[in-house]
């Protein structure tokens, strides 16, 4: 009878056991971004350009919402006018977290219609989480925090990009000692695109198919959309490396990104034109013809910088 009494008493600890290890991995895995939320109610009427005063979210029901794939909340909000549908127009005063960092709380900052500049009169935090391609919102009712307010969402521009490419250029730096001064010319890729006025653009790069992700560029115009020489990975020494761009129009600078349009891969480094496949007897030899498909800049005098420069390929029986 102890015997009997022993094992059950056993059986009964590992039943337990299993129940607290099943609960504790089902707490653990409950992440926001696995759950289906609604959207947040009119989304299309809550943007900036939005002058409609009758809305305001007072009475909206607390809980996780999803702004979907072609918004994200308003980042930045001019106080003293009519916007996102109501008087009073509540933004983020903060950072979009990361993928990584999870659920984040984040500043929420209401600004008035008789208030001015980027102003706040009333501030709060509200958790958010970014899934990738859309953000969840976890969203309190404004009535006690800014009445008649409402959450400005900006939608991700309809304009698309066109004609993305990548072209090298040399860019000329001056470097000065003690004593002379003297250029060095640097190669970097922009990506060039049609662009429409008004609107923010980021561009990723990508080399030999990787993502850059330490370089991604926020941008006002094509002008500024480059990557510098330094800026490649250290395994991109080579004799050539093949890079392009993606590219996305947004309505603010930290809004939501519209449709990605791709450039062709580039090819950048020195393109054998002749056979790349040759057999030779020992003692042979053979032409082999090489054309750099990017311009090949050098150290050149503040008297003479335009000076054209010898380049010189060693190729090495491996």
Request: glycine fraction near 6%; charged fraction near 20%; proline fraction near 5%.
């Amino acid at each position: 009878m102890p015997k009997v009494r022993a094992w059950y008493i056993v059986m009964m600890l590992l039943v337990v056991c299993f129940e607290v290890l099943f609960f504790s991995a089902n707490v653990a895995s409950q992440d926001p971004c696995d759950t289906n939320h609604p959207l947040v109610p009119d989304l299309s009427s809550r943007g900036p350009s939005e002058q409609d005063t009758k809305e305001n979210d007072n009475h909206l029901t607390e809980k996780y919402y999803s702004a979907g794939n072609k918004f994200d909340m308003a980042m930045s909000m001019e106080a003293g006018k009519f916007a996102c549908g109501s008087t009073t127009q509540c933004w983020m005063n903060d950072n979009i977290p990361t993928v990584e960092e999870g659920e984040k709380d984040t500043r929420i900052c209401c600004s008035s219609l008789f208030e001015s500049g980027n102003s706040c009169f009333e501030t709060f935090t509200i958790k958010v989480t970014n899934c990738g391609d859309y953000r969840l919102y976890f969203l309190l009712g404004l009535g006690s925090r800014a009445s008649s307010g409402r959450y400005c969402f900006d939608p991700a521009p309809d304009f698309i990009p066109s004609n993305v490419q990548i072209v090298p250029q040399l860019i000329r730096i001056e470097q000065k000692t003690t004593t002379s001064a003297f250029y060095i010319h640097i190669l970097k890729f922009v990506c060039i695109f049609t662009e429409k006025s008004g609107l923010f653009y980021t561009v990723f790069f990508y080399v030999n198919g990787n993502f850059i992700s330490d370089h991604i560029k926020t941008v006002g115009d094509t002008t500024e959309a480059f990557l510098l020489e330094s800026e490649l990975p250290s395994d991109a020494n080579t004799m050539g490396i093949t890079i392009f761009c993606e590219v996305g129009a947004m309505s603010t600078m930290d809004g939501q990104v519209g449709a990605l349009r791709k450039s062709p891969e580039f090819f950048a480094g020195l393109k054998v034109e002749s056979d790349k496949h040759v057999s030779l007897p020992r003692g042979g030899n053979h032409i082999v013809r090489v054309r750099p498909t990017v311009p090949i800049g050098c150290q050149t005098t503040t008297q003479d910088p335009d000076r054209h420069c010898t380049a010189f390929t060693d190729l090495i029986d491996g």
